[in-house]
Structures are given as structure tokens and as C-alpha cells.
């Protein structure tokens, strides 16, 4: 009852994908058994203090055969049986999706490779149908990272070099989170995403929408986003070819959230993020603009909300 408190968008007790609710059913089952054998542990120490006639005792020969060979092997071979099954990867299916997600210093590049959406780049939101299979082939271009959503299922190392995959499938539609789980640097606390399960028709739509160009905008926001150099790090598909060395941010205003699953998205958040990103962010790679008025700052973030 108490671990139901755990419950929530980043816990493995709300789970939301077959590999997830294996791994929920599993760990009860663990915890369960290893209850039952403490309780009985208890019992029998209750048993021996309460009972005068220990000098006496005979058969301990049999309950270290029993207690410490027979049922201890029985139990492994018991554990081995049912997990093994369970260790076997989904395989990717015909219809699904294929996300390749990059673990950068310190955000998520996140770029479909299938559907309507080939090619089209993301960062730090992962949108999946529910009820298709996805497979994630996970990278990352220098340091070590481990990519994680609890509700949806295991950890799998993003290593430098090689590509790891894992292939998921989510049962329900939700709004959910996953983090880094693998010390990566100064911010690896501040390395979350949000995951969002969609019902298939949705998640089409939203890719569709997604491949689009960005939205037409009002405001100096995108002439200062250019004069600031932005672009050289950014970029906004059919206003700043750009260079995608940060986040690709052509849909950044129809975001859950921003840096990384850290902060709202919100004007005042965005424009502070702008001048001064390591006070956020500590390792971050995006420079400083301390020096950038307010007021510039303020429109670049007016600009990029607009961009939906
Ligand atoms: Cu990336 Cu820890």
C-alpha cells in the first residue's frame, strides 16, 4: 500500500508497456516470496529462544540440507524458469515505428525514421503510438549515457560507437517521463524527457504535423534569433537552415516542456534559459548571453513559443 505512494509519470509502478508490467509482476513476485521466507526465518528464531530444549537439538544436519541446499536450488530453478521466457527482446513488427534517439550533453536528439515523419528531428519529448511496437536504436556521440522510461521498460546503455536497441510496446496512451539513468556529466540530473503514448490515429496526425516547416510568426523574435547566431547551433526548418549541432526547435512552442524535462514552458522561463542557460543547467553546451538585454531575450522566447 505504501509503495502505491510511488506511483506516478516516472515510476515503474505505473507502468504503461508490456516489458514494464512483466518486470512490476516479476519484482512482486520476488518481493512476495522473499516476505514469506524472512516470516518463516522469524519464526523459527521465535521457535529456538522460546523452546528450553536447544541442548538437545538434533537434526541440524537436515534443516542445513533442506533450508540451505534443496529449497534454495529449488527456488533459483523456480526464478530461472520464469524469468527466461521474459529475458526474450519483442521483435520489431512490420507496421511499427522506428525512433532513433541520441544522448546528448545534456538533451535527447530524438529523429523518427519511419512513417510520415522520416527524417523529421525532435528533441526531449518522445511521442509513440500505443499498441504498435517501437524500436529505439540508441546512440550517443561521447559520453555514456542510459536511457530510461520505468513505465515502459528496462534501462539500455546509449554507448558511443555502437547502437543499442529496444524494442517496446506500450498498452495505454499517457503522459509519462523517462531520465538518463547513468552518470554522464555536471547536468546528468537535469537529463529527463517527457514520453507521451498516443492512440495510433493521434500519433499519425501529430507526426504528420510535426514534418511540417515551422509556423508563420510575428514579432522581431526571428530576425534576433538570426542576428544572435542561433542558427549556428539550431535549427528551425523553413525560417533557419541552421546547423543541428543543439536542438532541431522548429515545433518548440507545442512541447511539453523544455531543457531537457527541466523547466515549464513559459516566457519567463524560456528568456532566462536564453541569457544564462549553465545557471539552469550547470555543463551545459549552449553559451552564456548575459549580455543580451532582456527585452531581446523576451522576444527570441516570444518567438520560439510561436513556433507550435
Ligand atoms: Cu545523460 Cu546521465
Known sequence: ML??????????????GTEAEALRAL???????????????LALAWHAVRTDEGLDFHGGLRIVL????????????????????RMEPLSAAEDGVEIAVDGEQFWWRVSYRSGAGAGVETANEIRIPAGRAVTFELESPDVIHSFWIPGLAGKLDMIPGRTNVLTV???????FRGACAEFCGLSHANMAFDVIALEPDDFDRWLARLARPAA?????????????????????RGHHPGTPIGPDLTHFGSRVSFAAGTLPLEIGAVSAFLRDPAARKPGVRMPSFVDMPERDANAIAAYLLELR
Open 3 to 16: 509503495l502505491g505512494g510511488c506511483a506516478g509519470v516516472q515510476s515503474t509502478f505505473s507502468t504503461f
Open 27 to 41: 519484482g512482486g513476485g520476488m518481493f512476495a516470496a522473499a516476505a514469506l521466507i524472512t516470516l518463516g526465518v
Open 169 to 175: 510496446l506500450a498498452t495505454r496512451v499517457g503522459s
Open 216 to 236: 508563420a510568426v510575428t514579432g522581431d523574435g526571428r530576425r534576433l534569433f538570426d542576428e544572435y547566431g542561433c542558427p549556428a547551433c539550431h535549427v528551425v
Open 66 to 85: 533442506w533450508l540451505g541446499a534443496i529449497v534454495p536450488t529449488l527456488l533459483l530453478t523456480a526464478l530461472l524458469v520464469v524469468s527466461l521466457p
